[in-house]
């Protein structure tokens, strides 16, 4: 029987619609990308009809020969691209990836180091609020008071006091690097595993602008389409002696039938991150983030930390205004065309729904081949809307203005 023919002319024309938003503004939210097309083919193609729970050889269904293949060509080309011994391609998400592995790891109540939230970690990191909070005992450390950098004593005071069985390193919103060698010093001297959640520089580690956590940790988490520049799903990479133990906790433990058709789009991502051009991608990011947190400097914004080593920084709004939330900056930026999301800074004197903060990332606007002076421009826009946030058409002229910045760089002008 044929499908319905509906000629569904509303999603068609919300698609349209938000293929309009990306093409014509500033896509600055630190954890999104533009995939490529091919990227989007796969996600878009036939292996979403098909289940296959289980693993490469070891299906609960038939006809997984070509599933088959193609999940095993990401696992190799993941493993070849972050120097793995095993890798699970199936988490849809990097939350699901980090609680597999707290499940494969840990028992209920176990202790665990992470990053705090309000200093830069992520839910899954222990948040009260959340399932690894509340099945684990997560004791949080921070960044200093003076330099706003991770306070690596603290992580070893920490740990020699807790006893963790597990150290998770990594961040979703600190502008610095993070070097994993410390974290496995600590680990090593209190006995615990430790794991690094590279959700946000999966990117930057594949470009090798940043350091691999394969060197020294035990396990890596992260997500594909965030620097990496993939579909949307999450991923593990592991030593061989926690690979069965991470397969389990994936499936049957946390996830029923694997998205084969984010699995191929994966295996895409994979492939096109271990080319030169994503080298200077990443760089890309790295060098346009800098200049980018310079001009904002210029413009009166604090930096927390004072700059970025990555492809994020942290605006503290209270240098520019002392009266603007993070909350009023982001919907007023949004107006203009100027997509990004608020967010607290370290000891926030604000509550993490209004904040005092912005979060702000360059992964995007690389891909669409802004470089420098695009940066440039894009700081002085930023400060020109917030400071004529009042007057409505000062800030429709801004988002004239970004969408003249934007037009020469559509991400997607065919779609
Ligand atoms: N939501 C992601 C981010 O924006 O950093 C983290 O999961």
């Known amino acids: 029987m044929p499908w ?3 000629d569904d002319e509303e999603v068609v ?14 896509q600055l939210i630190a954890s999104e990308n533009f995939a490529s097309p091919a990227v989007l083919d796969a996600t878009g193609s036939v292996f979403t009809n098909k289940y296959s729970e289980g693993y490469p050889g070891r299906r609960y269904y038939g006809g997984n020969q070509v599933v088959d293949e193609v999940e095993e060509l990401a696992r190799q080309r993941v493993c070849a691209l972050f120097g793995a011994d095993h890798a699970n391609v199936q988490p849809h998400s990097g939350a699901n990836a980090n609680m597999a592995v707290y499940q494969a790891l840990l028992e209920p109540g176990d202790t665990v180091l ?23 005992n997560f004791v949080g450390y921070r960044v200093t008071a003076s330099d ?26 600190y502008p610095r690097m993070i070097d994993p060698a410390p974290y496995r010093k600590v680990a090593d001297e209190v006995g615990a595993l430790l794991m690094f959640d590279a959700a946000h520089i999966a990117g930057l580690i594949a470009g090798g602008v940043h350091p691999n956590p394969m060197d020294v940790v035990d396990i890596m988490t992260f997500t594909t389409h965030k620097t990496l520049r993939g579909p949307r799903g999450g991923c593990i990479l592991t030593t061989s002696e926690h690979a069965a133990a991470i397969d389990k906790a994936v499936f049957p433990g946390q996830q029923g039938g694997p998205q ?19 080298k200077q991608y990443s760089a890309q990011i790295v060098a346009n983030a800098a200049a980018l947190a310079e001009v904002l400097g ?30 009023e900056a982001q919907i007023v930026l949004d107006e203009a065309g100027i997509t990004l999301n608020r967010n607290s800074i370290p000891d926030d004197p604000r509550s993490p729904f209004v904040t005092s903060g912005l979060r702000i990332g360059t992964p995007a606007v690389t891909t669409q081949g802004m470089a420098e002076p695009e940066m440039a421009e894009i700081g002085r826009l930023l ?3 917030l400071r004529s946030r009042d007057d409505a058409a ?18 997607y002008p065919d779609l």
């Not at 992470?114 to 684990?136: E, I, K, Q, R, W």
């Not at 991502?269 to 030169?276: G, H, P, S, V």
């Not at 210029?298 to 909350?327: A, I, P, W, Y």
């Open 394 to 411: 000062a800030v429709a002229g801004v988002r004239e203005e970004v969408r003249t910045l934007c037009a020469p760089f559509a991400p």
């Open 383 to 385: 400060a020109k809307c």
């Open 260 to 278: 084969e058709h984010a699995i191929a789009a994966k295996a895409v991502a994979f492939a096109e991150a271990n080319t030169d051009e994503f």
């Open 13 to 26: 024309r919300l698609t349209r619609n938000e293929v309009e938003r990306q093409n014509t503004a500033l």
């Open 4 to 6: 319905p023919v509906l």
């Open 298 to 327: 210029q413009e009166g914004f604090r930096l927390v930390s004072g700059g970025t080593d990555n492809h994020l920084m942290l605006l503290d709004l209270r240098t520019f205004d002392e009266e603007l939330t993070g909350k």
């Open 148 to 173: 706003e950098r991770i306070d690596m004593d603290e992580v070893m005071s920490l740990a020699q006091q807790h006893k963790p069985k597990l150290i998770v390193a990594g961040a979703t919103a």
């Open 114 to 136: 992470g990053l705090s939230l309000d200093h830069g970690g992520h839910l899954t990191h222990g948040s009260p609020v959340n399932a690894s909070g509340l099945m684990y």
